[in-house]
């Protein structure tokens, strides 16, 4: 190991530069020297010749590289902010140069499926809960990195780019791998929460985005405070249910990865999430939106994967299984409204 | 029987999967000379070694109060009071003569202290300190082993050669009968699995073995297979009830037990032992931690551990590792084991005991069937002269992250690349010390022990009817809980035997699919015709119980005659998923 000991200059590894992960780099590199990893090898010139990314300035701290062994060699903590498409490829392509000292905080809020050998999603008649990874499941699964953690919260990438104040959380197990998040990451603007409970952190990011959607189509569809007021609560409600099937705690639902991250999506037209939704009660078909964004909205993908989980756990999520038949099967959006609210919730709250 | 103690020898010469094969094999002591035991030279040098366990212990209770004087006083003062509860409600005759006079005397000096408002606050300080100290060392002094070199090389020669004896009286017809080796221990006993790498890797660094636990017997029974494979001893904490009974006390005494006192769940008692285990660890002495805790009283394999021990492991490769051992000397391997067993002496009142928890959570006296050495003696001599087999499997060596390690010892990722179990321990360039983060290593050496022992558990003929059969009863009843099944009449229960033989035959074929993927593994015998196996598992399963948990009736078809029993011996075959299928 050549690493240094103070951690005033440990340089910290950056994996992907989506505009979240763009985002981390930023705020990384205000206080230690940053190495990011960047498929497209245009962006990697013009990080270290230029110093800008897609032309905005960034600062002389990052460094980019195509080069995972480099990184790996270089960084004991890397941030993997790597859409969970290309999740689990990314992982691989790292793993021969990751090592037990290394701590991997990842941002990605999406799910990976974990099917036996040579099936697809659509072979399964149904998955159960050791079919679906989260992210840091996926590193445990794929490397012999063991503290492991993730970054979750309102954190929409636009305004942490403007340095606007916002708060995260840092989920790990691992007490040190909090700490090394919130002295990495803390500042003025930006808050750093603590949480032991990773797989409900995930989880609360990761669920929270088919509401997210939903939301969008009620905005789409012209519909006002009122019937968001309710989507916002029953989703809360759906979500906890999921989550708590999929092994996350109560706590972290309700707290700023949850709660906080599901009020910001479901009003920010800078969400893709939420702008997915929005451009389909517009009329537009899902085909031509996920071929005009220039990045992935992961509540679709999540959509299909929990309605094929609800299934084989015999529970009911009604806003997902609706989703779903709009997103997939052509249900019109008012149909679905006109299901929902039809259906028979008798209880308000009945989790607490 | 012994016609088919020769089937199954015969049979295990055919060429098979190479762990589920046992060959019959003499292994040679990896130490000869005794004073290089490990555990030997641990018991020449115990009066130093308990006071180091005692300091070292009282260092550790210091740190967890925080130096708080008023947070020590109240670990002291509730110690004493659960001490006296022990002793009024619950002693046992092992307990030392002078237990209430040492208990009084620390009263004294407490009730002193707290009364005495003139000595300033350092000195007061001082007295607790000193109270804790004499507690520690008596606990130390308590839990450590009383290894003699002597008793335990007597021990070894009764358990081979005497029960050796027992063995061929019963088996080998005519005269010769008392003076025959046709059969010995090891026919009885399977070892199969990595004992080679075991017995490598015992040179070079420390082995933790950790075992399933489902008998008493469990303790000797592996003691002797250490012997066998020509390993020193190892220490191990035995339950503190066992050495009430005088033999088990010589037994354990000789094989290296230290004692382990379930009553006592003290602050201070908890962290010696945890201590005086690290410690030994350190010492390079190899040890032996049943880590369910306790016999499991369901029959199922072990899945929640009790981890107090287990983190001794993983502390003291830490404080290894900061001393600066970074070779193969100072690693400590973990190797699961898992005995297997067609009957288990104490069933019946493990799984009413299991019950009585599960049905109602309430307080439960630790009782011992093993009460009186006629008891016992008379088991082992049905044991050891009607035959009933037992395999006894060793798994792969793991370090205490659950990684594989290849025959040096280094530690593998799944991709076989060698990786530095050190690097876990460090943070910002460092081996350091965390406790959280060492507690949660804990719960996953955990988990990975778990998953070894599924994986290497050797299914049997018994497990294999007692699983089908329960099931079976389960689907017609699918109305009723656990318990009000297990309340059923026992006459209304037959299984037709044509319908039972089918669904034998679909548990099995799913098992040999998970062996087939690595998941499990099976006893020879069950790779013969279906009728064989089923013959051979009613015969086999539970076999020596008063009430038989299944037996053929005489019109052939299948029945129970205690439904609890029935559960326990089922409950082997947890955790597979097998029940799916019904």
New interface residues.
Partial sequence: ?T???S?EE?TIGVVGLGSFGTAIARMLAEKNPVVAYARRAELVDEINQNHSIDGQPVSKNIIATQDPEMLCKSC?ILFFMVPSSAFQEVVRAFS?YL???HIIIHGTKGLCLNLPNGKSLSDMKVISRENILTMSEVILKE??V??VGCLAGPNLAKELSKGQPAATVVAS????VIHQGQNLLRSDKFQVYGNSDIIGVELSGVLKNIIAIASGALAGLGLGENAKGLLISRGMVELIYLGNALGGSLKSFVGLAGIGDLVTTCNSTLSRNYTVGYRLAQGESLETIQNTMSEVAEGINTVRLMKTFVEGTGMRAPITENLYKVLFEDLLIEDALQYLMKYPFSVDVDFL | MSNLIFVIFVFNLKPEALTDDYIKHKYDPILPQKDEWPVVKLSKSRKEFVKSVAEASKKRILGLTGGNVAVLKEELETTLYREKLRIKQNPWAVDPDDDYEFWNNVKGSLLQLSADISTPKIEKKKKYIAILDEITMRYAEEIASNFKHTHYKFTRSIITSGFARLLNAARVKGVKRLFSNQYSLQDKIQIIGETEQLRDLASKGTIIMVPTHFSNLDSILIGWIISVLGLPPFIYGAGLNLFNIDIFAYFMNSLGAYKVDRRKKNLPYLETLKTYSSEAIQFGVHSLFFPGGTRSRSGKIESKLKLGLLSTAIEAQRANYQKGINDISGKVFIVPVTINYHFVLEAPSLIKEYLSITGQERYYAESDEFSTSYKISKFLFKFFTKGSDISVSVGKAMDV?G?YVDKDGNSM?K?G?I???R??F?????VNL?T??EE??TN?LGNRIVEEFHIINRVFSSHLVAFTAFQMIKKQNKKLDLFNLLRLPEEDIVLVYEEFKKEVQRVLDQIFELKANNKIHVAPHLRRGIDEIISHGLDNVGMYHAKRPLVKNSEGNIITEDMSLLYFYHNRLDGYDLEKLF
Avoid: A, C, F, W
Wanted: no cysteine.
């Fill in positions: 190991m690493l240094k000991n951690s440990k004991e021969p090592y037990p000292y490397t012999v063991v503290r197990k691992y007490n040190e | 992250l990684h990722d991709n690349r990786i530095e179990t690097d876990y460090i943070s910002n360039g460092e965390d959280q983060r949660e290593y996953r």
